[in-house]
């Protein structure tokens, strides 16, 4: 009974580890948020124009899409990530055609 009981607990444990690699799951955003949030001097460094893969490397990792709209030829969608700084410190960008057209912050340091 001991032997069921322990191998239980290691699939549980393997199951809330594998999670953590399963986009959009409560685990990996919580493992994204405490390896990637950006700083207000990273912030600076963004320059219109620039791709979502350009962001997303000088940022250190994706950011969470929080809308997205195609109309015929045209791609808009705006990214989120939590930043460091004040408590619920953010970074907003907007693509169009996958290139950066609107930037804005919120309590970043």
């Known amino acids: 009974m001991i032997s069921l009981c ?10 809330i580890a594998l999670s953590a690699f399963v986009p959009g799951s409560l685990y ?3 493992v994204q948020s405490r390896i990637c949030r950006p700083t ?3 912030f600076k460094t963004l ?3 620039m791709s979502y893969e350009e962001v997303a ?3 250190g990792c994706k950011g ?3 809308s997205h709209i195609e109309i015929g030829r045209n791609r808009r969608a705006t990214y989120s ?3 460091r700084g004040s408590y619920g410190a953010n970074l907003n960008a907007t693509f169009r055609n996958n290139r950066l057209t609107d930037l ?6």
């Open 104 to 109: 804005s912050q919120l309590g970043l340091r």
């Open 28 to 30: 990996a955003n919580q």
């Open 81 to 83: 990530w939590q930043g």
């Open 40 to 42: 207000l001097a990273e």
């Open 57 to 59: 490397a000088q940022l």
């Open 47 to 49: 320059e219109m124009g």
């Open 64 to 66: 969470r899409r929080i």
């Open 6 to 15: 322990t191998a239980g607990s290691r699939i549980l444990a393997g199951m």
